[in-house]
Nanobody
Framework: QVQLIESGGGSVQAGDSLRLSCAASGRTSNIYAMGWFRQAPGKEREFVSGINWNGGITNYADSVKERFIISRGSNTNTVNLQMNSLKPEDTAVYYC??????????????????WGQGTQVTVSS
């Protein structure tokens, strides 16, 4: 049973930066595509960014392009999200998710089979 554990959330001012990390526990020899989603109060969960299994292809929501950077960590099945120039509208619970093994990330939550508990990001103006 895989477990995804996010870290790095917090409360910041607009314009600040935060770095989220996600680590997958559990024994596996596969390398998975990974993604980040977020959910603000009263809104549906939305795609933020994804990365394919070898880190060669990344995807971003239009709202975070040029501000957020996704990367794979040094350990297998870890992923980071560097968030720069944060805005109040970035306030949400951020979730890490596991995609297909040796595959590409997806914009759709249904394509991810495991999810973390979420980490709160709050950006004040």
């Amino acid at each position: 049973q895989v477990q995804l554990i996010e870290s790095g959330g917090g409360s910041v001012q607009a314009g600040d930066s935060l770095r989220l990390s996600c680590a997958a526990s559990g024994r596996t020899s596969n390398i998975y595509a990974m993604g980040w989603f977020r959910q603000a109060p009263g809104k549906e969960r939305e795609f933020v960014s994804g990365i394919n299994w070898n880190g060669g292809i990344t995807n971003y929501a239009d709202s975070v392009k040029e501000r957020f950077i996704i990367s794979r960590g040094s350990n297998t099945n870890t992923v980071n999200l560097q968030m720069n120039s944060l805005k109040p509208e970035d306030t949400a619970v951020y979730y890490c998710a596991r995609g297909p093994p040796y595959g590409s990330s997806s914009y759709f939550a249904r394509d991810y089979d495991s999810w973390g508990q979420g980490t709160q990001v709050t950006v004040s103006s």
